[in-house]
């Protein structure tokens, strides 16, 4: 036979506790502990604190059930002064009063402190406006003319802004000391300014004191038949005597004749006067290395313009020979650079201000 000399681990066995210890069991949940030897019942550490609490919740259910006794008294009491004093101020001897009933316990009523006497509405209220008299008829708003636009030029434009700037200034200094009223916000005009591809890069310059009320629309390459065609789409018929600036021309003066050009102005001037619009041309922008008849043809253009926006009464900026200066004109001698264009967005949001303003 083979021996088997794999040795198993020995399982460890609690001795029992001595002579001198039971089992007990609690006598409230039954839960046995080794105890020494006692006489008697035993009770556990839980239950004693089972116990303790019961009697503790009982002490507050009575407290409970006498505060709510003595709200009960209060109420009562409180109700009857009140019954007392309504009847001594309406002449009632405290004879005549009442006992009051026996309250709900559960019942809160809201205690005046006295009572109140109720106020006499008159039936005729008047209405009516009493700063009529300060406000404006319409009949003068309407009568109101607007400034003369016939001729401006880019001089007159940038002396108006810095009167503005400066007299801006003063009231800045006088105005902490002043006493301020909100003023009536007038209801802002649309402003359109339109024409050919060198108004793009304007908008910010243009529309950036009133996004809301202004836009601008540039057509790049357009003519001015093609500015004739596209009004009738910008111009809505809701707008209430808008702004309208328009520049175009320098597309038309590189192949069309001085009498086609004429032609197409006049044939604008008629579908704008449709349009019940505040109407401002503005010059046509010299152009650089384009040939002697170009630039003698573009003169002209201007010159009969001023004289035929007299006549239609529109409003005509002149530019005259500012954009010949060194660096507002691109190398192509007819876009502008980003000075030029800077110059020449100023020139029309100063005209802008100077109209609405």
């Known amino acids: 036979m083979i021996e088997d000399h794999c040795s198993h681990p020995q399982r460890h066995v ?107 509405r008159s039936d005729c209220l008047e209405i009516r406006n009493r700063f009529e008299v300060l406000s404006p008829s319409m009949e003068d708003e309407e009568q109101t003319p607007f400034e003369d636009l016939s001729l401006i ?38 402003v359109v300014v339109i024409g050919d591809s060198l108004l793009r890069g304007t908008e910010a310059v243009i529309c950036g004191p009133d996004k809301m009320s202004r836009e601008v629309c540039c057509l790049p390459g357009a003519k001015i038949q093609d500015v004739t065609e596209r009004l009738q789409g910008i111009i809505k018929p809701t707008d209430k005597y808008p702004f309208l600036l328009v520049h175009v021309g320098t597309n038309d003066t590189a192949s069309n004749s001085l009498q086609k050009i004429k032609r197409d102005y006049e ?31 573009i003169v002209e253009v201007n010159n009969w313009l001023r004289k035929w926006c007299k006549q239609e009464r529109f409003g ?20 502008l650079t980003t000075v030029g264009r800077n110059v020449f967005a100023k020139n029309l949001r100063n005209l802008i201000r100077r109209t609405l303003n």
């Not at 709900?104 to 109140?116: A, G, H, K, L, Y």
């Not at 503005?164 to 009536?184: C, D, F, K, Y």
């Not at 604008?268 to 290395?289: C, F």
């Open 14 to 120: 609690p001795k029992m506790e001595g002579e001198g210890t039971a089992a007990v069991a609690c006598g409230s949940c039954a839960m046995f502990a080794i105890l020494p030897k006692v006489a008697g019942s035993f009770t556990c550490s839980n239950c004693m604190l089972i116990a303790l609490l019961k009697d503790k919740v009982q002490q507050l259910e009575e407290r409970v059930a006498t505060l709510q006794r003595i709200r009960e008294l209060e109420l009562f009491l409180e109700a009857t002064e009140h019954t007392v004093s309504t009847k001594e101020e309406t002449g009632d001897s405290p004879e005549k009063v009442a006992s009051s009933p026996t309250q709900e316990p559960d019942i809160w009523r809201n205690v005046t402190q006295r009572s109140r006497r109720p106020r006499v």
């Open 153 to 190: 030029t880019v001089d007159q434009v940038y002396e108006d802004e810095e009167q503005r700037q400066s007299s801006g200034n003063v009231q800045a200094t006088l105005e902490p000391t002043a006493h301020r009223r909100t003023p009536t916000r007038p209801k802002r005009r649309r």
């Open 267 to 297: 044939a604008l001037g008629r579908k704008l006067k449709q349009l019940n619009a505040q109407i401002v041309i503005s010059s046509v922008l010299p152009v650089e290395r384009r040939g002697p008849g170009r630039e003698g043809k």
């Open 316 to 335: 005509f900026l002149d530019h005259g020979m500012q954009f010949l200066e060194d660096g507002l004109l691109a190398s192509d001698g007819l876009h």
